[in-house]
């Protein structure tokens, strides 16, 4: 049998949904931990993709992928209103 792991120490996805709000009140929503949780997002996705012994495109793409939506999303005000319509 698996030890009993407490609700704060659970990853995202392994919390059921009727938990879900008890699992983020225990976040830590200060600045350092956001930055601690983004210096671990980071340091996983290095590890996972980039640092490794024989890597290949998929770090890379997954980062030009991201960038390419991320300034889509940012530049669709201007882009919208740049579309070709039919009638003004």
């Known amino acids: 049998l698996p030890a009993a792991?407490?609700?704060k120490d659970t990853k995202l996805m392994?919390?059921?949904l009727g938990?879900?709000?008890?699992?983020?009140a225990m976040?830590?929503?200060t600045p350092g931990g956001i930055m601690g949780a983004m210096q671990?997002?980071?340091?996983?996705?290095?590890?996972?993709?980039i640092n490794v012994r024989k890597g290949g495109l998929g770090g890379i793409?997954?980062?030009?992928?991201?960038?390419?939506?991320?300034?889509?999303?940012?530049?669709?005000?201007?882009?919208?209103?740049d579309r070709r319509r039919k009638y003004h």
């Not at 938990?19 to 983020?24: I, K, P």
């Open 5 to 7: 792991v407490l609700l």
């Open 14 to 16: 392994d919390v059921k």
């Open 19 to 24: 938990q879900l709000g008890s699992w983020l």
């Open 27 to 29: 976040r830590d929503f």
């Open 40 to 49: 671990r997002g980071y340091n996983r996705y290095y590890n996972k993709y």
């Open 61 to 81: 793409s997954m980062v030009l992928a991201g960038y390419v939506v991320l300034s889509y999303m940012w530049s669709y005000s201007h882009v919208k209103h």
